[in-house]
């Protein structure tokens, strides 16, 4: 004898009952988005504001619901960073030169993106240029002295109003 309702996998473990499967063309909410593709809801609304591609249906109380096309391009751009490494801005480049229906078959697996170039890395810090020579130095330091000589200059010319003569 059961104390409470069994659930439908048959454990006959009380609980959340699980609901039935969505068909493939209807609308999913983020938390479904979410969890399908293991991310956090912040991530997806970050990448709206990244990727402006992605545009959710909006409804009351700013509820999103994603089509089954936003999805696969959801998924392709998590694959293009934590499949292959790019950086956003490299997923961005690749949504620019492909376009999304690319990027969406990456996302159901149809297609693999181009393994990115070396500029689709972050650019990395410039040497410190070679230290300058005596000349070099002397001739800056010169041209430092005669703008210290304008700047004093000017500090002694009276400010007026354009248009007033004041």
């Given at each position: 004898m059961?104390?409470?309702?069994?659930?439908?996998?048959?454990?006959?473990a009380p609980g959340r009952a699980a609901l039935p499967e969505k068909e493939p063309g209807a609308f999913r909410?983020?938390?479904?988005?979410?969890?399908?593709?293991?991310l956090p809801q912040h991530v997806l609304r970050f990448w709206e504001t990244r990727f402006t591609q992605v545009r959710p249906l909006k409804r009351g109380g700013n509820r999103r619901y994603y089509r089954p096309d936003?999805?696969?391009?959801l998924k392709g751009i998590r694959q293009l960073l934590y499949g292959q490494g790019y950086t956003i801005?490299?997923?961005q480049r690749v949504l620019r030169e492909r376009g999304m229906r690319f990027v969406q078959a990456v996302g159901r697996g149809?297609?693999?993106?181009?393994?990115?170039?070396?500029s689709d890395h972050?650019?990395?810090?410039?040497?410190?240029?070679?230290?300058?020579g005596r000349a070099d130095r002397a001739s800056l330091n010169?041209?430092?002295?005669?703008?210290?000589?304008?700047?004093?200059?000017?500090?002694?010319?009276?400010?007026?109003?354009?248009?007033?003569?004041?």
């Open positions: 059961q104390d409470g309702p069994a659930e439908p996998d048959g454990t006959g909410t983020i938390g479904e988005v979410a969890e399908d593709l293991d936003d999805v696969d391009l801005r490299g997923a149809e297609q693999v993106a181009p393994a990115f170039a070396e972050e650019p990395e810090a410039e040497a410190a240029p070679p230290p300058l010169a041209v430092l002295d005669e703008l210290r000589a304008c700047r004093r200059r000017l500090a002694g010319v009276p400010r007026t109003r354009p248009g007033t003569g004041e």
